[in-house]
């Protein structure tokens, strides 16, 4: 079965460093999303992305965080001057287009540290 | 603006036994979807079951089913003969027209053997 793949599986930087979060979606997928959980709470939305653009984004996701899909595989989430507070598991996502029953399917996240 | 409330933290059951994790949500959509995801201690986010909001029937899959009660907006899962792989954190979620999915915050189910 299809996967969504997400490397690295664990990310440690330093704070005030720039990160990039890269994850390869399910190849006919055309909805990608972010989502984070910071150890032990609720997963967060961060941002969701169809056709090259930005469909939606959480109060989270401020002008320190980026998304882009370079190539026709990859969908990478950056994050600009890392803060103490973005230590989280960041969980990436995609699902079929069409219809509000598919389900997301999750990459089995990156675990950033920030020190 | 939608929200899912897990009002149970933690659960705990009996091998063997079968327990309800209550879900509740709210919204002033007609159309849209609930699910259930099971995070095991791989921290991966695993699917268990959805239902769809205009189908009055309820789903189930395998020992996994859910109790849909449309008017009031409750979304309970059920797992019957519980096993020792169920022990997980399992996040109740919501998805209407706008495409991302609200999760609740996690009920951590502990399975006693």
């Known amino acids: 079965e299809p996967e969504v793949t997400q490397t690295p599986s664990h990310q440690v930087t330093q704070m005030g460093q720039e990160v990039i979060l890269r994850c390869v979606p399910i190849?006919?997928?055309?909805?990608f999303y972010w989502y984070r959980q910071i150890l032990g709470q609720k997963v967060e939305f961060l941002v969701s992305?169809?056709?090259?653009?930005?469909?939606?984004k959480s109060e989270i996701f401020d002008d320190q965080f980026s998304v882009e899909r370079p190539d026709g595989s990859n969908f990478t989430l950056k994050i600009r001057s890392t803060k103490l507070e973005d230590s989280a598991m960041y969980f990436c996502?995609?699902?079929?287009?069409?219809?509000?029953?598919?389900?997301?399917?999750f990459g089995n996240g990156t675990r950033l540290t920030v020190t | 603006a939608q929200t899912v409330t897990q009002s149970q933290p933690e659960m705990s059951v009996q091998e063997a036994e079968t327990v309800t994790l209550s879900c509740t949500y709210d919204?002033?959509?007609?159309?849209?979807?609930l699910f259930w995801y099971k995070q095991p201690p791989s921290r991966q986010m695993i699917l268990v079951i959805r239902?769809?909001?205009?189908?009055?029937q309820n789903a189930t899959e395998n020992r996994f089913s859910v109790n849909f009660q449309k008017a009031a907006k409750s979304f309970s899962l059920k797992i019957s003969d519980s096993q020792l792989g169920d022990a997980a954190m399992y996040f109740c979620?919501?998805?209407?027209?706008?495409?991302?999915?609200?999760f609740g915050k996690g009920t951590r189910l502990h399975i006693l053997p």
């Open positions: 996502a995609s699902s079929e287009p069409g219809a509000l029953n598919s389900p997301l399917h």
């Open positions: 190849s006919n997928h055309l909805y």
């Open positions: 919204t002033s959509e007609s159309d849209y979807y």
């Open positions: 992305f169809y056709n090259n653009e930005i469909s939606e």
């Open positions: 979620a919501y998805r209407s027209g706008d495409d991302k999915i609200i």
């Open positions: 239902q769809e909001a205009y189908k009055q």
